[in-house]
């Protein structure tokens, strides 16, 4: 990764507010400080879903559809370039049946009121 | 579109050499003047898959694969930042079935030898 301690960390904040607080939860309402106001996510088989409303719609029935349980998110490769962030991640989905999948994500991360969010956001299986 | 007539120009002449001269003529050897040197491409269904010679041999086997004809690339949205420019794009892939198949995708590109190419590049089907 190039990128800097400090930039790794305020990433990892904001994934953890994925992970812990919606995730298990099911309550998209902590997306506000995930994703900026206008930003794009990118699903399998999906055009592209814009705004932080639309998001929320998707994930609630997207976790629930999924009955995902819980998930881990790891930086693979990360470069910073001005007010940008690119990462190429990988996610570890575990769903109720006990089972894992393997994802695989591009986010092109912005700053939105001082903290770093998922502007735009694209995952696929790995396999 | 938050990126200026020069940076589209760049990544239209870009993209052009991909639907011009690698898809029509399968030859793989222009894909130089599209991906960075340790470009990463992150196709569906796959792992990611890093550096040019990789990502030639997955093109070589990928375009005949899908027995892919033709196809365009239009920039939906994009965002320069210093050294980088994030890009969702729609693409549309004409088989030799006659069928068309609509791909979204991001694309993170970076400059190298001062040509704008793919550093990033993740797509999957709309639907």
Redesign the interface.
């Known amino acids: 990764m190039s990128i800097s301690p400090e930039l790794a960390a305020a990433m990892k904040a904001t994934n953890a507010v994925f992970v812990n607080e919606v995730v298990p939860t099911r309550d998209v309402a902590p997306l506000d400080r995930v994703y900026t106001a206008d930003a794009?996510i990118?699903p399998?088989?999906?055009?592209?879903i814009q705004g932080r409303d639309a998001i929320k719609a998707f994930w609630t029935a997207g976790i629930a559809a999924l009955d995902c349980k819980s998930a881990t998110l790891e930086t693979?490769?990360a470069?910073a370039?001005?007010?940008?962030i690119?990462e190429?991640g990988k996610a570890v989905l575990t769903l109720g049946s006990g089972a894992n999948v393997e994802v695989?994500?591009?986010v092109?991360w912005?700053q939105e009121d001082g903290t770093w969010k998922w502007?735009?956001d694209?995952w696929?299986?790995?396999?």
Chains 1, 2 share one sequence.
Do not use: C, F, N, T
């Open positions: 794009r990118l399998p088989g999906s055009p592209v693979v490769h470069e370039s001005g007010d940008v690119a190429i695989k994500y591009v092109v912005k502007h735009y694209m696929s299986p790995v396999a």
